[in-house]
């Protein structure tokens, strides 16, 4: 029996494509007590320097808080992906090979950074931007406009009015721009 892809991209992974940095001010509490150096130990589960920080139970606390706040948001944004790939027809669960071949863990990380930007403070004009495209994107696959799999038949070859078509489309312009006004 497999167990379930609750995201395609991990805590850790998460932390190693945006920074540890980044992400501690994402999951700060109000009080602002997380620590980078507590949510690092925590997420790669290094039980020798969780030993070392000598974490109380309160820190201990809001590290687990912070951790599972990103944990959320990895497990939402990967359920709202899921919706959009249902509707392309992807059978889901997916292999760890099938991941490892589209750009799933970086749309999952990158769709969950916008879900921890849930605040004016931290959102930015190129963060929307960013996840604007991802949506648009998933939005594609669901509309089989792009195809998730390189190799699937529908992204070769085009029979009716719907599928992926691949190649330049014909415009009135030639190499050499004699059609431009």
Not at 24 to 33: C, G, I, K
Not at 38 to 62: E, H, K, M, N, P
Not at 145 to 169: C, I, M, P, Q, Y
């Amino acid at each position: 029996m497999t167990t379930p892809i609750t995201s395609y991209c991990t805590a850790a992974q998460y932390l190693d494509q945006y920074g540890a940095s980044e992400a501690t001010m994402l999951l700060q509490d109000e009080q602002h007590t997380l620590e980078q150096t507590w949510l690092v130990a925590l997420v790669s589960g290094d039980g020798d320097a969780l030993a070392d920080l000598a974490l109380d139970g309160t820190q201990l606390a809001v590290t687990d808080s912070a951790l599972a706040r990103l944990n959320c948001a990895l497990r939402e944004t990967k359920n709202l992906m899921d919706g959009y790939l249902r509707s392309a027809g992807v059978s889901l669960p997916l292999s760890d090979e099938q991941i490892a071949q589209t750009p799933l863990k970086t749309c999952n990380a990158s769709l969950a950074r916008c879900w921890l930007r849930d605040d004016d403070e931290n959102a930015t004009d190129l963060g929307s931007n960013n996840c604007k495209s991802w949506r648009a994107w998933l939005r594609d696959i669901a509309a089989k406009k792009v195809s998730l799999f390189a190799n699937d038949v529908a992204s070769t070859v085009a029979t009716t009015v719907g599928e992926v078509r691949h190649g330049r489309g014909r415009t009135g312009f030639d190499d050499q721009w004699r059609g431009y006004p």
